[in-house]
Every structure is written in C-alpha cells, then in structure tokens.
Nanobody, 125 residues
C-alpha cells in the first residue's frame, strides 16, 4: 500500500525557516514514481504547485513565488523528499502536501496520482 507521510510543519515568524519531509513507502515496480512534488493549499484558495523534482536525474522546478527561498531535495536511499523553506512569508501559510507522479510532471496537480495527508505551515507577521 502506497503511503506518503509529511512532517516538519509548524508555526514560525516571518523570515524564519522550516524543513518539510515526506517519507514514501509501498511503491513497487508497477507504480514507481518518476517525479515528486510539493503542493500547498491555503484556506479558500485552490491547491498550487510549489516545487517538484525528477527523482532519477534530480531536475528541479519551482513556482515563481518561492524561487530563491525554497529548495526541494531528495534522499533516494531513504525514499524521502524534502522542502527547505527559508525567508518565510505570511502568504506561505498553507497546508503542504507531497505527491508522486509516474511519468512527466510539473506544477499542475493533474500529473500526480498519490498524495499525502499534508502538514500545516503557519507564518505569522
């Protein structure tokens, strides 16, 4: 059974940092992913892509709103995805989700077929 478990969320003041983790398990050769991504959803807003990574080559991509502040990375040995978030802003407040995609992927959620339950990030001014 596929599982994606996020952790590392919390409450910080503006300008602070958090590191999110996403542990993946239960994948087989029949459903192994090619990409992993981070998404977020704030109350009353649509879910938006934050960052993604092609796990084989390590190619990364980011939403313009987080470029230069967030860094996505992976530890393939641990099947874990990370999101280092620096210089956090109140507008970064949201539930953050990780997800996996079997083939190509981008910042649109339609590419992703497995999702975690999310971890809350709250940034106060």
């Amino acid at each position: 059974q596929v599982r994606l478990v996020e952790s590392g969320g919390g409450s910080v003041q503006a300008g602070g940092s958090l590191r999110l983790s996403c542990a993946a398990s239960g994948y087989t050769r029949y459903n192994m992913y090619t990409c992993m991504g981070w998404f977020r959803q704030a109350p009353g807003k649509e879910r938006e892509g934050v960052a993604g990574i092609y796990t084989g080559r390590g190619w990364t991509f980011y939403a313009d709103s987080v470029k230069g502040r967030f860094t996505i990375s992976q530890d393939n040995a641990k099947n874990t995805l990370y999101l280092q978030m620096n210089s956090l802003k109140p507008e970064d407040t949201a539930m953050y989700y990780c997800a996996t995609a079997r083939r190509s992927c981008g910042l649109g959620d339609y590419d992703y077929n497995y999702w975690g339950q999310g971890t809350q990030v709250t940034v106060s001014s």
